[in-house]
């Protein structure tokens, strides 16, 4: 997980907590803000994977030499 990725987590997490203590209630996010969270969620895992592929693809392999 990146510095980026565990910062959210973190700031997530804090508020939650936070939220949890006073009783205040969360901040409702609309429907279209959640696809675009999805979308951008399930984006990030295919580039990632795209890139170890990648990597893995242009590796020589030592077998073969």
Same mark, same amino acid.
């Given at each position: 997980m990146?510095?980026?990725?565990?910062k959210?987590? /973190?700031h997530?997490?804090?508020?939650? /907590?936070?939220e949890? &203590?006073?009783?205040?209630?969360?901040?409702?996010l =609309?429907?279209?803000?959640?696809?675009? #969270?999805?979308k &951008? =969620? &399930?984006?990030?895992?295919?580039?990632?994977?795209?890139?170890s592929?990648?990597t #893995?693809?242009?590796?020589?392999?030592?077998?073969?030499?």
């Amino acid at each position: 997980m990146s510095v980026a990725g565990l910062k959210k987590q /973190f700031h997530k997490a804090s508020q939650l /907590f936070s939220e949890k &203590i006073s009783g205040a209630e969360g901040t409702k996010l =609309d429907e279209e803000f959640l696809n675009m #969270e999805k979308k &951008i =969620d &399930i984006t990030s895992k295919a580039v990632a994977e795209i890139l170890s592929k990648a990597t #893995e693809y242009l590796q020589p392999n030592p077998e073969l030499s």
